[in-house]
T-cell receptor, first 114, second 118 residues
Framework: DAGVIQSPRHEVTEMGQEVTLRCKPI?????LFWYRQTMMRGLELLIY????????DSGMPEDRFSAKMPNASFSTLKIQPSEPRDSAVYFC????????????FGEGSWLTVV | KQEVTQIPAALSVPEGENLVLNCSFT??????LQWFRQDPGKGLTSLLL?????REQTSGRLNASLDKSSGRSTLYIAASQPGDSATYLC?????????????????FGQGTILTVHP
């Protein structure tokens, strides 16, 4: 299996621009997670989907952030408009739902907003 | 609210040493605990997952233990090698905001940065 695939790997954008991050989970996994990692706050869960349905979005910072999962093999995280404080690494992860199942992370999307 | 703490924050050891990384959590009502490894510029790789009913898990030179009652886990690395250099993170699931179970809503520690020098 190719693992969790994220794109783009790196993006530099100007403040105010729209940013769209993409994720393809591991085939057959029914849970998908978007995490953000910064030096100051570490790893934080933004939102998670189960069977393509958003279950918990309490970690989404504000209305500028939105996430969708139109089907089992694709999800997007959008930031509009972007701000310099959104600069971080955004990770997508997937798993089978269940307490005994490992979560697999993608390589991350490194976002810099200038 | 679950809080996860890892000590030490950084560790530098010579090759061949056995070492212990520590993880503590405030809410002992956990479903499992996972240890991850993160290399610079990379994502997280799961090393070991311990279910709440288990006391330890082993994979090669790695051994993770779990003591739910005291809110602690340790990751033991035997005969460390330079290739073990990375950041090690522990994480526990938290309940979903709307109630119920969220095995993937992980609360992470800040990690231990391990350097093993030749």
């Amino acid at each position: 299996d190719a693992g969790v695939i994220q794109s783009p790997r790196h993006e530099v954008t100007e403040m105010g621009q729209e940013v769209t991050l993409r994720c393809k989970p591991i085939s057959g996994h029914n849970s998908l997670f978007w995490y953000r990692q910064t030096m100051m706050r570490g790893l934080e869960l933004l939102i998670y989907f189960n069977n393509n349905v958003p279950i918990d979005d309490s970690g989404m910072p504000e209305d500028r952030f939105s996430a969708k999962m139109p089907n089992a093999s694709f999800s997007t995280l959008k930031i509009q408009p972007s701000e310099p404080r959104d600069s971080a690494v955004y990770f997508c992860a997937s798993s089978f739902y269940g307490s005994g199942n490992t979560i697999y992370f993608g390589e991350g999307s490194w976002l810099t907003v200038v | 609210k679950q809080e996860v703490t890892q000590i030490p924050a950084a560790l530098s050891v010579p090759e061949g040493e056995n070492l212990v990384l520590n993880c503590s959590f405030t809410d002992s009502a956990i479903y499992n605990l996972q240890w991850f490894r993160q290399d610079p510029g990379k994502g997280l790789t799961s090393l070991l997952l311990i279910q709440s009913s288990q006391r330890e898990q082993t994979s090669g030179r790695l051994n993770a233990s779990l003591d739910k009652s005291s809110g602690r886990s340790t990751l033991y690395i035997a005969a460390s090698q330079p290739g073990d250099s990375a950041t090690y993170l522990c994480a526990v699931p938290s309940k979903a905001n709307a109630g119920g179970t969220s095995y993937g809503k992980l609360t992470f520690g800040q990690g231990t940065i391990l350097t093993v020098h030749p």
